[in-house]
């Protein structure tokens, strides 16, 4: 009993001294007599606060813990947000274009309905009169610095008098981390500017955001219904980027080009030249004339060649450690996690199992005094990364070089690291993301890989032909990746400079449009204000304006997904019918300030500057609200039929075809909308529609879940439009004869939206029902023609899996009236040569 007393003893010191810690002159009470409230954001960290405190000597109540000196309670994310409209003026009830711009003078605060107990604790510790400090330990960044200051202000109405606050700023989780963050708690007036900038975010994304939202949902609505339409400062410009991205792949136009690969033997070694023309970076492989492609080919087939061939060194370097746009990137591109389940994985592993240090972070380095804590979190890292780790430290590997230790490129939080805690019952996602983070922190530290380079070039005919290969000599930092051979085919050695000509071959392809935005892709392009730049070095001088920040860009993309502006397909982030309406009628309105990621990007760029003391928030909300009037200024004065003008392929049929931001309208009251079920429609297309009120099947389209599927648009005779996907026997108009049924030998023909026998059309159950589109590519009339005769076609390039997403090529095959794939074996890839199989074999 004794031990225990005294043990107690021990821990309410600790308490005592964080609590002293946290008081100074300006407290009503003397240290010694007032009591510390701590306000972790969430219930685990609180807990967490009390074990290093000294669990003993609190007492756990409702909501809080209490100890002689200290209380510890917490916030259950953001108890308290601004006011909504109708609740700061009587005017903003209706949602009428006459109450905008709204532009309170003050934002009123309300508490979050679903945590309104939690704030009703929190509020009474806060007034209780013996609580004379009161600690912020809420996330260390500006959003814990906004739930912290809203609650605070909520309660005590604006009038923190005789209250003295503190900031407790944890790097990480782990019990010495949050020793040191007692020992050094931050004063209000070291976090002022913080806090200055997070008002900023929310101020200026409810100005933005409501005004803009009730504004275009006023607009839509008065078409019919009540349309809301959300939009927001940072989510709209993103989503406008994906729009523009959509728009270049719809317009794009594939051109064919051929490509030429020649088999070769040199003393009886096989090897694969491609044919190129060029020097360096600007080698052309691509002929975009069959021509002359038949020309080499020709000139070439069983001619002999003469063979050059250089060796050159190069090295590959380890990438920075991780900030969080960065890890989510990866995690993305490896395990097709999205931002949010990346962030929620990472801020558990920090949180909950103390294992890495704060995620919310926009830094990829670490302080210029942190190589001794490095040596010590290395020589504590175990499992199979162990031994790397080991190596570092023997091997002297880790110095202070301004690529990992750089003072200046820190802001509030350094880059993701491992704490040195080995964590328990990890989940695999969880396990996969600390993987990550480990090994890139060993691996940094390591030398770089290092391949030798080998180009050859064989020359026939005076056309070029070029073999490329490399090896892995010394791994380097891709050893901690699990990584000691190369990874692309060596090219064989040479037996002599002649090669003997086996066989030669085009090959048939197309350009392909810009890639889909996947989440990666996105989070690189909201890092770099709508410039998507894959070099780290170039994204990292542009960061500081970027759309958006580490820590919100999930949920903003999030956002856009569950406000149905954007799907997800796979990996890739595909935006609907709805986020082109929204676009191009912003676009219509010259709302710049919501679809412009550069100018969105500034401001970002100014929160940053004001949370570091060089912008006044002043200054700041007055651009706001200059661009919030403008915006309404804009959304009020807009009329759709003042975009009305001819269609520049009108007249049709005879017809003239007017075209505003969003349909098309002819004559005779036929209306087309641009966008159809997802699908952006070409003026080719539009006019095909127009003349023979039909088209397709056209691939593209997408349900409102968001699912891809093929159709043919008809206009009914109600001058509607309407999709059609299969044809009932009783409804199929037939046309061109095709071939016979493999079946029954009856008849096939073309219809609206495939090819059917006559035995179909008769309803018969031999018949024969085939489409002309088949996982989002067109058979072409040709290779029906070949299944109908019991052949196989030709290479079908750019089928898409429905369950992958994936895009393959294949043959068709037609067996009992099922379409059958049959897919081109893989390419071979010479044998790879390494100096340890060669050892290996010859023992």
């Known amino acids: 009993m004794a031990t225990t007393t005294k043990k107690t003893t021990k821990t309410e010191s600790t308490a005592k001294t964080a609590a002293k810690t946290a008081t100074t002159k300006k407290a009503t009470k003397p240290a010694s007599e007032g009591i510390t409230l701590i306000i972790a954001e969430k219930p685990s960290v609180a807990a967490d606060l009390v074990k290093v405190l000294g669990a003993k000597s609190f007492k756990k109540n409702n909501g809080y813990y209490e ?9 259950i994310g953001h108890l308290v947000t601004i006011a909504d409209p109708k609740d700061i003026d009587e005017r903003y009830k209706a949602w009428d274009m006459k109450t905008l711009p709204m532009l309170p003078e003050k934002f009123p605060l309300v508490a979050t309905p679903a945590t309104k107990s939690q704030l009703s604790i929190v509020g009474k510790l806060i007034k209780r009169k013996d609580v004379t400090t009161i600690v912020n330990a ?109 728009e270049e792949r719809q317009q794009f136009k594939p051109e064919k080009f051929w490509t030429i690969d020649a088999d070769f033997d040199n003393g009886g070694v096989n090897y694969l030249g491609k044919w190129f023309e060029g020097d360096g970076k600007d080698r052309i492989k691509q002929i975009f004339d069959e021509k002359k492609a038949n020309e080499i080919l020709k000139k070439c087939k069983g001619k002999p060649g003469k063979i050059e061939e250089s060796t050159a060194p190069s090295q590959q370097k380890c990438g920075q450690l991780y900030d969080l746009t960065t890890l989510q990137r990866e995690a993305n591109n490896r395990f097709g996690f999205s931002a949010k389940t990346t962030l929620s994985i990472a801020q558990a592993l920090y949180e909950k199992h103390k294992a890495t240090t704060y995620p919310r972070t926009d830094s990829r380095c670490l302080p210029e005094d942190y190589v001794a804590p490095v040596k010590a979190t290395l020589a504590k890292i175990e499992g199979p990364l162990a031994k790397f780790a080991q190596e570092a430290l023997d091997k002297n590997y880790v110095k202070r070089t301004p690529k990992v230790f750089d003072n200046t490129k820190i802001s509030d939080h350094f880059a993701i690291i491992p704490t040195g805690v080995a964590p328990k019952g990890l989940s695999e996602a969880e396990e996969k993301i600390y993987t990550m983070v480990c090994q890139r922190f060993i691996a940094v530290f390591f030398p770089p890989a290092q391949y030798l380079n080998t180009t050859r070039i064989t020359t026939v005919e005076g056309e070029t032909f070029i073999t490329e290969g490399k090896i892995l000599v010394d791994p380097g930092f891709k050893a901690v990746y699990g990584k000691d051979s190369d990874d692309e085919s060596n090219v064989p050695p040479l037996k002599g400079a002649d090669a003997k000509t086996l066989d030669m071959r085009s090959n048939e392809d197309f350009t392909k449009p810009p890639a889909h935005y996947t989440e990666s892709t996105l989070l690189s392009m909201m890092e770099s204000a709508g410039k998507l730049v894959e070099d780290d070095e170039l994204r990292d001088a542009m960061k500081e304006r970027g759309l958006g920040t580490p ?16 799907v997800r397909d796979g990996k890739e982030m595909i935006p609907t019918a709805k986020a082109f309406d929204l676009i191009k009628v912003l676009s219509a309105m010259n709302c710049e300030a919501l679809t412009s990621p550069e100018l969105t990007g500034e401001w970002e760029y100014k929160m940053d500057l004001i949370s570091k003391g060089k912008e006044s928030r002043e200054n700041f909300m007055k651009g706001i609200v200059d661009m919030t ?11 759709e039929e003042n975009t009305t003008g001819e269609a520049k392929f009108s007249p049709v049929n005879g017809k003239k075809v007017f075209e505003t931001v969003s349909r098309y309208t002819t004559e005779d009251g036929i209306v ?29 389209f997408r349900s409102k879940r968001g699912a891809e599927f093929t159709a043919v648009l008809i206009i009914n005779d109600q001058n509607k439009i309407e999709f059609k996907f299969e044809e009932k026997p009783e409804e199929i108009e037939i046309g061109e004869k095709v071939g016979k049924s493999p079946i029954d030998n009856t008849d096939v023909f073309e219809t609206l939206t495939g090819y059917v026998s006559q035995s179909y059309i008769d309803k018969k159950p031999s018949g024969l029902n085939l489409p002309k589109v088949l996982l989002g590519k067109e058979i072409p009339m040709e290779a029906i023609q070949k299944l109908l005769a019991g052949e196989k076609t030709e290479l079908i390039k750019g089928f898409r899996s429905n369950k992958t997403r994936r895009l393959f090529d294949a043959y068709l095959t037609l067996e009992k009236g099922k379409l059958k794939f049959d897919f081109p074996p893989r390419e071979f890839k010479p044998r790879r040569f390494f100096k340890k199989s060669a050892a290996k074999s010859e023992g």
């Open 551 to 566: 820590a919100t860009r999930a949920a903003i993309i999030e956002k856009l997904v569950s406000d149905k502006y954007v």
């Open 67 to 75: 100890s002689d000196t200290t209380i510890v309670s917490h916030a």
């Open 672 to 700: 087309i909308r641009k966008m159809i079920g997802g699908k952006h429609l070409s003026d080719e297309e539009i006019v095909e529609l127009l003349t023979k009120r039909k088209i397709g099947p056209l691939p593209g």
């Open 138 to 246: 809420c996330d260390a960044g500006r959003e814990g610095e906004l739930i912290f200051f809203y609650i605070l202000d909520y309660v005590l109405k604006g009038k923190f008098t005789g209250k003295t606050i503190k900031r407790l700023w944890m790097q990480s989780m782990t019990p010495t981390a949050i020793k040191d963050a007692f020992e050094h708690l931050r004063t209000a007036e070291e976090m002022e500017n913080l806090k200055n900038a997070a008002l900023c975010r929310s101020e200026a994304d409810w100005l933005v955001g409501m005004n803009g939202s009730r504004g275009l949902t006023a607009y839509n609505s008065s078409m019919g219904g009540f349309q809301i339409t959300p939009c927001g400062r940072v989510q709209t410009p993103t989503l406008a980027i994906i729009v523009k991205r959509e």
């Open 629 to 639: 009037k403008n915006m309404v200024k804009n959304i009020k004065g807009f009329k």
